[in-house]
């Protein structure tokens, strides 16, 4: 079914699963980088969905001879996020609201109308928001498929909200043996494989080395945020942020590594999908907080890199993160919270 499709194996047996279950899910997030096949696999997927035949897609009905001609009535595409806005119309939002419009019709052909949406992670909140609603509940049935090179640029109510099918680069699952035959240990090469597979923004222009002691960083902190003290949490920010303003962008980007992998152990998805597996010891089953904490994080740190970007003064900026995190970790895991605000304790010992 799969076999001309040029993707990793893994992402292949994950796509066949997905059709022979004919249990469609309102929205698909596709997730790959350049080289991945993301664009042909989503194409893939559109068309099993649409195949009338019993072992989709055949290629041979109706309406997979339509999809190939590009011609199928059900069929739509749309790229909200390569919309300029011209004399007021037509921006993204516009575009989002025509595909909205679009999903109101019944489907011509078959039984339901398809989607594919692309570079989703690049719109901006706003658009990205008005999304929402229609991803959680499709009229008529309708499958949306999103497209995105770096998931961790989308909104966590995004991703909550679409079945995610990673499309992992064909080295990343099988690093060659011995490294990268440029010194790197073979650990290195499949962490810098994971990284650059998932595109992460900041972390993916990292080198391994940094990355894993930033993420070490990140670890520090995260016994800190547990251990429910936020006077340890001002400490550490005390020590951590003085003078070293610029080099804090490299360890936000860890800690947003540390959250999604997070969430995507709190979602019960694959270990091997974790960039940093070792996150399993510090996040054990028994003690792990529920998904719609590390949503909320990743909202709290984009926050703080927007403020950051903004001139905010990093301690602040940072302080107020952490002491946000560490309250809702502490209600998260049913313990309550009874310190100082967090705007007002990260304000403190200036
Ligand atoms: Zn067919």
């Avoid at 969430?263 to 719609?292: K, Q, S």
Wanted: glycine letters at 8%; proline letters at 8%; hydrophobic letters at 45%.
């Amino acid at each position: 079914m799969t076999s001309d499709l040029p993707i990793h194996p893994r992402a292949r047996r994950r796509l066949e699963a997905i059709v022979a279950s004919r249990n469609w899910a309102p929205a698909y997030l596709l997730a790959g980088s350049a080289g991945s096949g993301l664009e042909a696999a989503a194409a893939w997927l559109a068309n099993a969905i649409l195949c009338t035949d019993a072992e989709p897609p055949c290629g041979r009905c109706l309406a997979c001879r339509q999809v190939a001609d590009h011609n199928h009535p059900d069929l739509a595409r749309f790229a909200p996020a390569e919309a300029k806005r011209k004399s007021g119309r037509d921006g993204p939002i516009d575009v989002i609201r025509r595909m909205i419009a679009h999903l109101a019709i019944r489907p011509t052909a078959g039984s339901r109308q398809v989607v594919l949406l692309a570079k989703v992670d690049e719109l901006k909140p706003a658009a990205a928001n008005a999304l929402l609603k229609t991803l959680e509940e499709p009229p008529g049935g309708a499958v949306l498929i999103l497209t995105v090179r770096n998931p961790t640029a989308l909104l966590p109510t995004i991703v909550s909200r679409c079945q995610e099918v990673r499309l992992p680069l064909p080295d990343e699952a099988a690093p060659p043996a011995g490294g990268g035959g440029d010194g790197r240990t073979e650990g290195e090469a499949r962490l810098h494989a994971r990284v650059a597979a998932a595109q992460i923004g900041e972390a993916a222009r990292l080198e391994p080395e940094r990355l894993a002691a930033e993420w070490k960083v990140c670890s520090e902190v995260w016994r800190l945020l547990v251990n429910g003290d936020p006077g340890a949490v001002i400490a550490w920010i005390d020590q951590a942020v003085k003078g070293r303003d610029a080099a804090l962008t490299g360890w936000l980007a860890a800690l947003g590594l540390w959250l999604r992998d997070g969430m995507l152990l709190a979602t019960g998805l694959p270990e091997e999908a974790l960039c940093f597996p070792e996150i399993t010891r510090h996040l054990p089953a028994a003690d792990r907080p529920p998904a719609t904490f590390f949503e909320e994080a990743a909202d709290h740190l984009l926050t703080a890199h927007r403020r950051l970007n903004a001139n905010g003064q990093a301690k602040l900026v940072v302080g107020e993160l952490l002491l946000t995190l560490q309250r809702d970790l502490a209600v998260a895991r049913g313990g309550g919270y009874h310190g100082p605000p967090p705007h007002v304790a990260a304000g403190r010992g200036r």
